[in-house]
């Protein structure tokens, strides 16, 4: 898995948002309109009518009728055993650290493993709980008759939907807020004395990543050594190969306390590093191999390397680097020493270069883009792991959005079925329709593979038809890709829902890599479930069973 | 159809199960106590007679019998998505992930013994040459061994595991590249912080040298091996010399440190005793009947016509046994380690070679010399050592590092010098005795 926080796109977001919602509305209407003739000429007015009705119900919503549909629905779910989960959970608790802890275990490795399991535990706990909570709640009220106690009432569909929503959310709430607290005290008493220091939060400040080569020449990327894992790529030692971090948003707040060795206690910059090392000889075995780091001021091009230091590969926090407030460094071309002021000198408008090379000859050292940060204070373990938390529970708040959504039209077994099929497509398909879509996936789109196949055609060869024939046949593929764009689009990306490995390589979860886009991503699925659960409830047979 | 009730249905199924489920607990019910199988029943009986009780192969883990349980019939998915889950992780470097898939694939396969075998390998071969510093490629080989030894635990009566914990305790701490600084944390651990300047209790309780854990653990193998001689597919002779073989490794690893005094001649005196006095002696079984390999031909005819065995046939296979195992080889070889001509050459090549790296070139070309002259009268006195290939690449190595040093003088190379003749006749080997040069001295 490639750990790389991207900040999220919220102006494009919102847009593809629009786009989707835009054009599921109009394919509704239209389809509704069309169905509307069926009824004769005053279909479509009655259309228009039902559009209008729901304006007014949405409009005169009553929060606090929808409370007290919550709390009931919140009872409804203590009464069907919801929260024997916890039990399940205690279990699971009592018994993981029997598998878990090994004698002197790396810290890291420890920590990862036990926040892993912890997550693991909730979310597996969690969700399916949720699920079947969600799905059956309406149909089985459908099913006894008491939905009509509540819909003989001055109660909008509206409010119901809602009021579902919001009550299992609460029981979401209540059971991963729980099972959070537990979770947290079980690792803080789970992981050993020694790997107790590493039990926080960094919060990183990332650079954007670009290359020279062993010429100096600007590249895309470095090196590809043949490791088959591409999210690295190498620059050669004792050449001109050089990797480029350029920071931004850096002032004196970015300054922490930090330790030298010429300077002791002092104020300064973290640059932590997590470079892996190619040999392509043993060469001296026991240390690592050795890196430089350049800063550069962006502006005056001001260069001031700093001491060399041997990379300790996968060994996270032990590759810190202190860059004191005040530096001294040998001048080679004006050969003498010389003092400069960090943020004065050397960062220009909170910009600053750091040039990464290796010293080691025919040895090389791997980066990507978050191998290199400044880290700023630290936090404390609880807020990450709170914050990751979050993401499992925004996770089954969607989930509960669209079993309730879905249980509006659909009966108990098949709104599960559908819920569990966005939930795994939405969990682990993703990358694979994001190729098709793209038009990344070899042999192209469904056409042009139907054609392959039927002809026993290559992949990777080119189509053997008149230009016009591979032109209509790639202008399909294109419609057609357009569509499965569409489907992917309505599946929800729970990619951003999984946060724990921020919490679990113990660094603080990114507001705008994670927690942004899970929030628009619930927020982008409330809006057409609570219209989908309305409109299907409004517009259904209750007596229908 | 049916005029029973709901309630009524459900009884008639209750009274169903319970008169199914009494001759199963009859036919099936287990020991009670700790008398013989008499009180067991008959289905219990045959499990045991036939060995087809999982706690016939090894301890039965409640979790991981639960786990297989509660999957239902889905114990194989289960096991290949954790398979490649763990391919995935380990191609991309998720380290703490990928132990967690091994350990979870384990729980569903708590006694299918390849798996044990190649995630162990996996461990401390594959896994700890991708890490950089010694230190952490000590630490997974170390996993590696930790893990085989949870699966000799689990599965007590399969040879195999102890054997492959043995070559990791003995050959890749022994043999790696990293020898010295694996052999050094075998005894003291780099997690200071854990261990306390100790070795790891896991692996080496009792803080001793790794190749003489490692005849621990593969004495543990023979003994299970001989319990059950069809689970191990490799030569039985073969697998037998395997404790007595750690031993000489042991008297051999402490020279290679420079030891040689008591420490390394006592070891070699064992070495030889062990050798010839408890393996020698074993019975093995081949085609032509019982042997054991301290036989000279003489002895190996007289049994043959003792068996009424055809001579040569018998004599055949001993003899090719002997080499299989390099019996003569080590008998001699542990014989001639304690002889003091012997001892003399390896220390003055050692020394000669460490004043090399210390720079003082006149002392190292002295001793040098002095060693090759002696190595040239040990090739001439046992010429059993001009076949050994560790003698050939000690005597070579001599000649290379006192070579380079008359370059380094800009001195010429005399045509005629002691072992020039054993130089000149073994030039393949010399390519890994330049990068063994370029890695001890860091010299191209």
């Known amino acids: 898995m490639n750990f790389d926080p991207r900040a999220f796109d919220i102006v494009q977001g919102v847009g593809t948002w629009l786009k989707v919602m835009g054009a599921c509305a109009i394919l509704v209407l239209v389809a509704s309109l069309a169905a509307s003739f069926g009824l004769g000429l005053g279909g479509p007015v009655r259309v228009f009518r039902q559009l209008f009705s729901a304006i007014r119900d949405i409009s005169e919503i009553s929060l606090r009728r929808v409370w007290a549909l919550a709390v009931l629905t919140a009872r409804e779910a203590i009464r069907r055993k919801a929260l024997l989960v916890f039990g399940l959970f205690a279990i699971l608790f009592m018994f993981g650290s029997w598998f878990l802890s090994g004698g002197g275990e790396k810290a890291d490795i420890q920590i990862e493993r036990h926040v892993v399991f912890v997550f693991t535990a909730i979310s597996w706990l969690v969700l399916p709980v949720v699920l079947m909570l969600a799905c059956w709640g309406i149909p089985e009220d459908i099913k006894a008759r008491s939905i009509h106690t509540v819909v003989t009432k001055p109660v909008r569909r509206v409010e119901i939907v809602l009021g579902r929503m919001l009550g299992f959310t609460l029981i979401t709430t209540l059971v991963v807020g729980v099972m959070g607290v537990a979770g947290y005290i079980w690792i803080d008493r789970q992981i050993s004395r020694e790997a107790h220091g590493q039990l926080l939060c960094k919060v990183p400040i990332y650079g954007k990543l670009s290359f020279l080569d062993r010429q100096g020449q600007p590249a895309s990327i470095g090196i590809n050594v043949g490791d088959v894992w591409t999210f690295r790529s190498y620059i050669e030692g004792s050449t001109k190969a050089t990797a480029i971090w350029d920071f931004e948003r850096l002032s004196e707040a970015s300054l922490m306390p930090i330790s030298t060795k010429d300077q002791g206690e002092t104020r300064g910059l973290r640059v932590q590093t997590g470079f892996e090392s190619f040999r392509t000889h043993k060469g001296v075995m026991n240390s690592g191999l050795l890196c430089q780091l350049t800063l550069v001021n962006p502006a005056t091009s001001l260069r001031v390397p700093l001491p060399a230091f041997e990379v300790a590969e996968y060994r996270g926090d032990a590759n810190v680097t202190p860059v004191p407030a005040t530096l001294t460094y040998y001048d080679s071309e004006a050969r003498k020493s010389k003092t400069v002021d960090l943020v004065k000198d050397v960062i220009a408008d909170g910009k600053l270069k750091i040039e990464a090379r290796c010293l080691n000859g025919e040895q090389f050292l791997g980066m990507a883009r978050p191998d290199m940060f400044i880290r700023t204070a630290d936090r404390h373990f609880a807020v990450g792991f709170f914050k990751a938390l979050s993401g499992v529970w925004l996770q089954a708040v969607v989930i509960v959005m669209i079993g309730v959504a879905a249980s509006c039209f659909l009966k108990g077994p098949i709104a599960t079925l559908m819920t569990f099929a966005v939930l795994i497509v939405g969990q682990s398909f993703r990358t694979m329709i994001d190729k098709i879509v793209s038009g990344d996936q070899l042999g192209g789109g469904p056409f042009e593979s139907i054609y392959r196949m039927v002809t026993h055609l290559n992949q990777t060869v080119d189509l053997d038809l008149s230009k016009t024939v591979t032109g209509t046949i790639k202008w399909t593929d294109w419609i057609s890709q357009q569509g499965i764009w569409l489907v992917q689009q309505t599946f929800p990306n729970f990619s951003y829902f999984g946060m724990s490995p921020y919490v679990a390589k113990g660094f603080d979860v990114d507001f705008r890599a994670a927690i942004l886009p899970s929030f628009a991503v619930a927020l982008a699925y409330f809006i057409p479930c609570v219209l989908l659960g309305y409109f299907a409830l409004k517009l259904r047979e209750l007596e229908s069973k | ?444």
């Open chain 2, 1 to 444: 159809m049916n005029r029973l009730t709901s309630r009524q249905r459900k009884l008639v199924y209750l009274g169903v199960i319970v008169v199914l489920l009494a001759p199963i607990i009859i036919l099936g019910r287990p020991k009670s106590g700790t008398g013989a199988t008499a009180d067991q029943g008959v289905l219990a009986q045959m499990r045991t007679r036939y060995d087809l009780g999982e706690n016939q192969l090894g301890q039965v883990d409640p979790t991981s019998a639960a786990m297989n349980l509660v999957l239902l019939g889905f114990r194989g998915i289960a096991a290949d998505l954790l398979w490649s889950q763990a391919d995935e992780n380990e191609q991309t470097k998720n380290w703490a992930e990928l132990r967690a898939n091994v350990d979870a694939i384990i729980m569903l396969q708590p006694h299918f013994v390849r798996v044990w075998q190649f995630q162990g390998w996996n461990l401390a071969y594959n896994v700890s040459a991708a890490w950089d510093l010694v230190a952490d490629r000590f630490y997974w080989v170390k996993e590696g061994a930790k893990f085989l030894k949870k699966g000799r635990d689990i599965n007590d009566k399969i040879a195999q595991l102890p054997y492959e914990e043995g070559r990791v305790l003995g050959t890749k701490i022994g043999r790696a590249d990293e020898w010295k600084f694996y052999r050094a944390y075998f005894k003291k651990d780099p997690n200071e912080e854990a261990f306390k300047g100790g070795p790891d209790p896991e692996l080496n309780p009792k803080g001793t040298d790794n190749y003489l854990a490692a005849k621990d653990v593969y004495l543990v193998a023979n003994e299970l091996q001989k319990a059950r001689p069809d689970t191990i597919q490799m030569l039985d002779v073969l697998f037998r010399s395997y404790p007595y073989r750690s031993q000489l490794n042991y008297a051999d690893a402490l020279q290679r440190e420079g030891h040689f005094d008591e420490s390394s001649q006592t070891a070699w005196e064992e070495g030889y005793r062990e050798w010839v006095e408890k393996f020698g002696q074993e019975k093995f079984y081949g085609p032509n009947g019982p042997y054991h390999l301290e036989m000279s031909e003489h002895d190996m005819g007289d049994m043959a016509e003792a068996q009424g065995k055809d001579v040569d046939a018998f004599t055949r296979w001993v003899l090719q046994m002997q080499n299989e195992t390099r019996y003569p080889y080590w008998k001699f070889r542990s014989q001639a380690e304690s002889a003091k001509l012997m001892v003399d050459a390896h220390k003055l090549i050692y020394d000669g070679e460490k004043q090399f790296v210390k720079g003082n070139l006149s002392t190292a070309r002295d001793l040098l010399f002095r060693g090759m002259t002696l190595y040239e009268q040990l090739f001439a006195k046992y010429e059993v050592l001009t076949s050994d290939d560790e003698a050939l690449e000690e005597a070579m190595t001599a000649v290379y590092y006192w070579q380079r040093i008359l370059k380094l003088e800009f001195k010429p190379i005399p045509a005629q010098f002691p072992l020039s003749v054993v130089y000149a006749n073994h030039q393949g080997i010399l390519p890994l005795i330049e990068s063994r040069f370029k890695r001890e001295t860091g010299q191209d």
